[in-house]
């Protein structure tokens, strides 16, 4: 079975300093890996994905994550945090073959400090 | 143009009772999830439905009863309500790949006093 680890459940970073949120995940065959974001109140929107293509993916409001196999990580960064990047943040895994099933992390909960 | 939407936003009701939440998406997905997210935002799937037929269903109480009348609409039945029900649920969509996208709705608070 597929699991997810978001180590730290609280990061807080400086308006314009570097975003990592970091992600380690378990699967006994090569997962599909995802990033959410979900603002106060809302629904989960999708980040980014990672399917095999290219190890380093780009996503939306200017993240990218890096899929590394020896390390078994996803970690998500953002070269400039933006007041606006406050939310709550969830690392994914879905383990292919048919299986639609999302196994989430914990979250990790981003506060930007002006 | 909601993607997925979910009524009601919010549910307050007393234990014991029954509630119905729906879930609607207009994307033209085949497979419809539920999702339980819990005070400590830990989210998990609960059901998950493609073409009306039931494909995931974790260990959930009987309580719960999922009931998809087509591929565009799931909805989530809980009989006699108890306190640890109280969560926010989570409908989502998507095509039946597992490296597709999962899109969701905003969200349904139930509370129960």
């Known amino acids: 079975a597929q699991s997810v680890t978001q180590l730290g459940s609280h990061v807080s970073v400086s308006e314009g300093a570097l975003v990592l949120l970091r992600c380690n995940y378990s699967s006994s065959v090569p997962p599909y890996l995802f990033w959410y974001v979900q603002y106060p109140n809302q629904g989960l929107q999708l980040l980014l994905k990672y399917t095999s293509a290219a190890t380093l993916v780009k996503g939306i409001n200017g993240f990218e994550a890096e899929f590394k196999k020896s390390e078994t990580s996803f970690h998500l960064t953002k070269p400039s945090a933006h007041m606006s990047d406050a939310a709550e943040y969830f690392c994914a895994v879905s383990d292919g073959f048919g299986n639609e099933k999302l196994t989430f992390g914990t979250g990790t909960r981003l506060t930007i400090i002006p | 143009d909601t993607a997925v939407s979910q009524t009601p936003k919010y549910l307050v009701t007393q234990m014991g009772n029954d509630k119905s939440i729906k879930c609607e998406q207009n994307?033209?997905?085949?497979?419809m999830y539920w999702y339980k997210q819990d005070s400590k935002k830990f989210l998990k799937i609960m059901f998950s439905y493609n073409n009306k037929e039931l494909i995931i269903n974790e260990t959930v109480p009987n309580r719960f009863s999922p009931k998809s009348p087509d591929k565009a609409h799931l909805n989530l039945h809980i009989n006699s309500l108890e306190l640890g029900d109280s969560a926010v649920y989570f409908c989502?969509?998507?095509?039946?790949?597992?490296?597709?996208?999962?899109?969701f709705g905003p969200g349904t608070r139930l509370t129960v006093l």
């Open positions: 989502a969509s998507s095509y039946r790949t597992s490296n597709n996208e999962q899109f």
């Open positions: 994307l033209g997905h085949d497979t």
